[in-house]
């Protein structure tokens, strides 16, 4: 019998969906570091008007790593498009965190460079979460 409730608990946590981290209205505020660089604008609008300097954020989540079209991303960043990284919430977060790092683990490359130098050192999660709300996914 406690062997059947375990597997059915087990199930149960699995079957739920999961709970994104990070908090949208703190990511918001933080983005501001981010718009020295990047905009997020949609096909029809301009949300948050920013550099151009990075790529823009609108629907980064779930987007392929490296794909808009017309930026130029570094090699590292491209390479990891290619070989499947797709941006989700926690990823992106670990990726603003440490770029270069990110880049190298997913890689298994040492060499792996990343043109963004910014590190968001704190509030990652939020500032993903944020972009998460101009994101289909």
């Not at 629907?59 to 499947?84: H, P």
């Not at 992106?92 to 050192?121: I, V």
Request: aromatic content about 8%; some cysteine.
């Amino acid at each position: 019998m406690t062997r059947l409730l375990t597997a059915t608990a087990t199930l149960l946590a699995l079957a739920a969906p999961a709970v994104a981290a990070g908090d949208a209205e703190k990511g918001e505020q933080l983005f501001n570091r981010c718009k020295a660089c990047h905009m997020i604008k949609s096909e029809d609008e301009m949300i948050v008007r920013g550099g151009r300097v990075g790529p823009n954020l609108y629907g980064v989540i779930g987007r392929e790593a490296g794909s808009v079209e017309g930026f130029r991303y570094g090699s590292s960043l491209e390479k990891a498009g290619e070989e499947g990284l797709v941006w989700g919430q926690e990823n992106l977060a670990a990726y603003t965190e440490d770029p270069k790092g990110f880049l190298a683990d997913y890689l298994e490359q040492d060499s792996a460079r990343s043109k963004m130098a910014f590190r968001l050192r704190n509030g990652a999660e939020d500032v993903a979460a944020y972009l998460a709300t101009f994101s289909e996914d």
